[in-house]
């Protein structure tokens, strides 16, 4: 489990340091690193200050008083700038790192439609929106964070573990007759004790590895619930459901709370341990060095030096006891992020079920497609058959036939099926859903969806378009930032979903059931427009309307499993 823990660690974390920007990632992370390292060396400069500092107040020195003052508040007002700029440098890469990093998954997650592959697929991983928003700036800071911790503290170890062995001098521990002298005795207690803190720390803290996990799942399911409210609020309002919807938030909330409330007895737990080891490293060198001191072996400076060097190797040494919730967080989100990368190779890996060829520009031939379930029941046998351009074709059977189904599996997106599908090098294919797509913005955006920039298409012909299809009244509104798909019925959806068939001008369209919310006279006229502006466009269109056939020249029936191609008189 270790090993597939490190393993997951090092490819997410790889990724961005053998990137394009590596150079640059590398650098600041070097700026990062030595500027800690060089408030280590200023906090070894403030602890030889302790003891010349201590012995003067010992002395009652009072010329050294304020040229020692002085000199404090040089190191300290340096340290202050080295550290802001630490801490300021490390956030900077930080956005760097999950900026790149965010790219990177989001362009997974949407190239090859992984996305809607994750959901046919059944797959077991929740919530990828909060893989790619929440648990990727967790890796990142966490990540960062514990790395140049541990390596301010490594370099902290080093500098101070040879200031507390010459301060601690030698310990004579008298065994019956004889004596045994220990060499820097402050050291090795420091080392024994941050040693065994550290042991019992994970012992005590584990639990909270799996249970920071499947907190975050129970309230990321938790706010998904109320996400889906509040976009299906209008169905909800006439259905009038907000006592079941309540319910059913008590239900999630209650995980969340249940799981929550085991997180905070283990951490309870963790908490008295760590603030006991805590307090008891504060008095700890204090009794270790009294006997030096009251001995007159040592001096208020020196004692005053020992214990905070003390401070400082048992904090470098209980590193991991302080970091341990951070730790335990990070393999947290480390096992989500794996699992998402994980789900996101295995959708990856699928090969499309119909394999396009590039044919002739004249007609789009389908050759032995079959459609099936993820159970591996047939919807449509095997059948072929080919489509003139300026050609229509409806697509009809009884409800759960797989109509819808076939022209998913002809788009590429489903994944259990198969054949060709062969149509010009260039053609042009646009699919239309049933319930259309309105992305968030402006109308504009909405209207020239997927043309991902707008400005490259015309004026004249957005309004032209708009009027085509009867939304005239909603030109002035072109660049009105709103959620269209809340203001507009789903019959105007429809229509604005025309409209970008009108603009996109594709060579073959493919409609299911783009027409289901409109009355038959404009469905009527939309279709007529259609054939008026694009007459060398195929069309397919799935559809139960009766007035659909006066529509299209050809019928594709799916009845038992099998499909009938006949003419339309």
């Not at 309540?246 to 209650?254: C, H, Q, T």
């Not at 994944?415 to 260039?426: I, K, L, Q």
């Amino acid at each position: 489990m270790k090993k597939k823990y490190l393993s997951q660690f090092w490819e997410i974390f790889k990724s961005y340091w053998v990137s394009e920007e590596k150079k640059r990632a590398i650098g600041l992370l070097g700026v990062v690193i030595a500027l800690n390292f060089a408030t280590v060396y200023l906090l070894v400069l403030i602890n030889s200050w302790y003891n010349e500092f201590y012995n003067m107040l010992q002395e009652y020195d009072y010329a050294s008083f304020w040229p020692l003052v002085g000199k404090f508040t040089g190191l300290a007002l340096l340290h202050i700038v080295i550290a802001v700029y630490a801490i300021y440098l490390r956030q900077l890469l930080q956005l760097r790192w999950r900026t790149w990093l965010t790219r990177k998954y989001v362009r997974s997650w949407l190239d090859g439609t992984a996305y809607y592959r994750l959901q046919v697929m059944g797959s077991d991983m929740d919530n990828p929106d909060q893989r790619i928003q929440e648990d990727i700036d967790q890796f990142v800071t966490l990540t960062l964070g514990l790395l140049i911790g541990f390596l301010k503290q490594l370099t902290t170890l080093a500098a101070f573990a040879v200031v507390l062995w010459n301060l601690s001098g030698i310990l004579t521990v008298p065994i019956g007759s004889m004596e045994f002298n220990i060499h820097g005795y402050m050291l090795w207690f420091s080392v024994i004790y941050s040693f065994m803190g550290t042991y019992f720390a994970h012992r005590v803290g584990r639990k909270l590895i799996g249970l920071d996990f499947v907190q975050q799942k129970y309230e990321a399911d938790f706010r998904f619930s109320m996400t889906r409210v509040r976009e299906n609020s209008e169905s909800i309002a006439f259905y009038g459901g907000e006592q079941a919807e309540e319910i059913g938030f008590r239900d999630k909330f209650k995980w969340v709370i249940s799981n929550y409330r085991e997180l905070m007895k283990q951490t309870k737990i963790l908490n008295f341990y760590s603030n006991f080891y805590g307090q008891f490293g504060i008095i700890a060198p204090l009794i270790l060095a009294a006997p030096r001191y009251f001995g007159g072996a040592m001096a208020l400076g020196g004692l005053m030096q020992t214990v905070s060097a003390f401070g400082r190797v048992q904090d470098a040494l209980s590193y991991f006891v302080e970091a341990y919730q951070n730790i335990a967080q990070l393999i947290a989100v480390l096992h989500r992020l794996a699992g998402f990368t994980e789900h996101l190779g295995e959708v990856k890996g699928l090969e499309p079920a119909i394999s396009r060829k590039n044919g002739i520009r004249s007609q789009m031939i389908f050759e032995r497609v079959f459609v099936q379930l993820p159970n591996g029941n047939m919807l449509m046998s095997p059948t072929s058959f080919a489509l003139p351009a300026g050609k229509r074709l409806l697509v009809t059977g009884a409800s759960g036939c797989g109509k819808s189904t076939l022209l998913r599996t002809l788009a590429g997106i489903w994944p259990f099926g198969g054949g060709e599908m062969e149509a010009g090098r260039d053609a042009k294919i646009l699919f239309l859903p049933q319930r259309p797509y309105l992305p968030l913005g402006t109308l504009r955006r909405a209207l020239c969806y997927p043309v991902a920039d707008t400005s490259s298409i015309d004026q004249g012909v957005i309004e032209k378009v708009l009027k085509d299809v009867d939304l005239e009244q909603l030109i002035d509104r072109l660049d009105t930032v709103d959620d269209w798909s809340r203001i507009l019925s789903l019959g105007e959806q429809q229509r604005v979903a025309f409209a970008r068939v009108l603009i996109v001008k594709p060579d073959w369209v493919f409609l299911d059931e783009a027409t289901s919310a409109l009355d038959e006279a404009r469905e009527q006229r939309l279709y007529f427009k259609l054939k008026e502006e694009l007459p060398g466009a195929g069309v397919i269109s799935v559809g139960h309307r009766a007035s659909l056939f006066a529509q299209h020249d050809k019928e594709l029936h799916i009845e038992n499993c099998r499909a009938t191609l006949r003419e339309i008189a």
